[in-house]
């Protein structure tokens, strides 16, 4: 069993920058993937970054390729996600995610959930 828990979600002007944080409960880093993801209101969910349980990072999507960042602290059992450059059209829910095997784009294919973190980006 795998608890997630987000955390450092805000308001923040577009340009700005914030970092997420997701604690995970239970077993390490090393047992399973972890991924990021966000849902925009009246969108559905999309995939935002994961990194596989090696650690390696798997490849962004194109919206925030070259803005947002994934990175962990096994030590801390904990991801983060670096959000840079921030756009109004960031504005969403970003939830973390786990799950036994490999990272994947579906959301479908993760087994533990955390509760969300809203970003709001105003322009």
């Known amino acids: 069993q795998v608890q997630l828990t987000e955390s450092g979600g805000g308001l923040v002007q577009a340009g700005g920058s914030l970092r997420l944080s997701c604690a995970a409960s239970?077993?390490?880093?090393?047992?399973?993937?972890m991924a990021w993801f966000r849902q925009a209101p009246g969108k559905e969910r999309e995939f935002v970054v994961a990194?596989?349980?090696?650690?390696?990072?798997?490849p962004s999507a194109d919206s925030v390729k070259g803005r947002f960042t994934i990175s962990r602290d096994t030590a801390k059992n904990t991801a983060y996600l670096q959000m840079n450059s921030l756009e109004p059209e960031d504005t969403a829910v970003y939830y973390c995610?786990?799950?036994?095997?490999?990272?994947?784009?579906?959301?479908?294919?993760?087994?533990?959930w955390g509760q969300g973190t809203q970003v709001t980006v105003s322009s």
């Open positions: 995610a786990a799950r036994y095997g490999y990272w994947s784009m579906n959301q479908n294919d993760y087994d533990y």
């Open positions: 990194f596989s349980r090696s650690g390696g990072v798997a």
């Open positions: 239970g077993r390490s880093f090393s047992s399973y993937a």
